[in-house]
């Protein structure tokens, strides 16, 4: 990844403290102010996504592509897909009452299935976002509420630069 958009991973073990409300908040006003935005929702339960305007994806749809699709790792496939090709059909544009410069990687509830995969996805999500950092300049990582596990890794992985620097993180 550059270092060029900044980072920031919203993280709590506990649920109910705020972590999606102030991830798109910061979405919004940033979206205001003309930033281009990426909101990387990775709880399975896609508050994030379903509150930035996109449809929770029913079992099946070939038309939603989410981060549970950019992070599956079929482990008995010899040519497995790239993430750096797919993160460019897992990115949609935010609802229309949002700012024109929010996208969102969406999530759905088979995104929990990731957890007990035997593959080593944890890195996915970042090599998916080296082809897109430059499109942003805040990528904001709405995690799920709880203590470790291949998400979470995923999450904090991808939000961190090269060097760490720009990286943020709070913990309410």
């Known amino acids: 990844m550059t270092v060029g958009a900044l980072r920031l991973a919203e993280y709590s073990e506990k649920g109910g ?6 991830t798109n908040g910061l979405a919004a006003v940033a979206g205001d ?3 281009r ?17 996109l449809p929770i994806p029913e079992a099946g749809d070939p038309e939603i592509f989410t981060l549970n699709d950019l992070l599956f790792l079929d482990m008995s496939d010899d040519n497995p897909v790239d993430p750096r090709e797919a993160i460019h059909d897992t990115i949609h544009p935010a609802g229309d009452s949002w ?6 990687l969406p999530a759905e509830r088979k995104l929990a299935h990731r957890e007990a995969d035997s593959g080593p996805i944890e890195m996915r999500l970042r090599s ?8 942003f300049d805040l990528i904001l990582f709405d995690l799920p509420p709880r203590a470790s596990g291949k998400l979470i890794t995923a999450g904090l992985t991808a939000a961190r630069t090269e060097t760490g620097a720009e990286s943020s993180f709070r913990c309410p």
Not at 17 to 22: E, L, Q, Y
Not at 37 to 52: G, K, M
Not at 99 to 104: D, K
Request: proline fraction near 5%.
């Open 37 to 53: 935005v990426l909101v990387v929702d990775l709880d399975p339960r896609a508050t994030a996504s379903v509150e930035l305007g």
């Open 17 to 22: 403290v705020g972590k999606t409300s102030i």
């Open 33 to 35: 102010r003309g930033m």
């Open 128 to 135: 998916g976002l080296t082809a897109v950092a430059d499109e």
């Open 99 to 104: 700012p024109a410069t929010v996208r969102v």
